[in-house]
């Protein structure tokens, strides 16, 4: 099997779309099959299966099932659904550049969830540091944080505190 074509998603990290992975499927399986077929749940959610063969010809040849679920806020939701089946029976079938069995959208989705966790995190370590009433205090709240003390933001915010305390006294 050829090595797919990969784009750089948040955070780095290199990953095929499904398009790509698809069309080298079809490129390497001319008689394959890609079938799929969903279900709509209660509260506007959906579920999608894809089945691949890797030739219609050959039952023995190889298969794939990869599934889905996600809710229908709008329209597009339904094709992503699908894709993202599609794209874990391929991946399934090792038609995948990363080792990775999620969707370029999962992927984005947890990048972005990962980006907003750190996000809040510094937020709240900024509220701690502000909260500080003396220096000693500061220096035990600031010395808590972790790996959170090498951000910026946190830096600015300790630096800042502390000139606040030391100006009071």
């Known amino acids: 099997m050829r090595k797919v074509a990969t784009t750089k998603i948040t955070g780095g990290a290199e ?18 099959s890609i079938k799929t077929s969903y279900k709509i749940l209660e509260d506007n959610k959906i579920i999608y299966e894809a ?7 050959d039952l023995s040849s190889g298969d794939a099932t990869g599934h889905s679920m996600g809710s229908l806020k709008n329209a597009k939701e339904f094709e992503k659904q699908e894709t993202v089946a599609i794209g874990r029976a391929l991946a399934i079938l090792g038609y995948l550049a990363s080792g990775e069995i999620a969707s370029f959208e999962e992927m984005e989705e ?9 996000k809040q995190a510094i937020q709240e370590a900024i509220e701690q540091i502000n909260s500080t009433s ?19 933001e946190v830096i600015d915010a300790k630096d ?10």
């Open 160 to 169: 800042a505190r502390k000139e606040a305390l030391s100006a009071d006294n």
């Open 15 to 32: 990953y095929a779309r499904v398009p790509e992975r698809l069309k080298l499927f079809r490129e390497d399986c001319p008689r394959g």
């Open 110 to 118: 947890f990048n972005e969830y990962k980006d907003e966790q750190k």
């Open 134 to 152: 003396d220096l000693e205090a500061l220096r035990s709240v600031f010395m808590s944080l972790g790996i959170l003390i090498s951000e910026s």
């Open 51 to 57: 089945y691949i063969l890797k030739d219609k010809q």
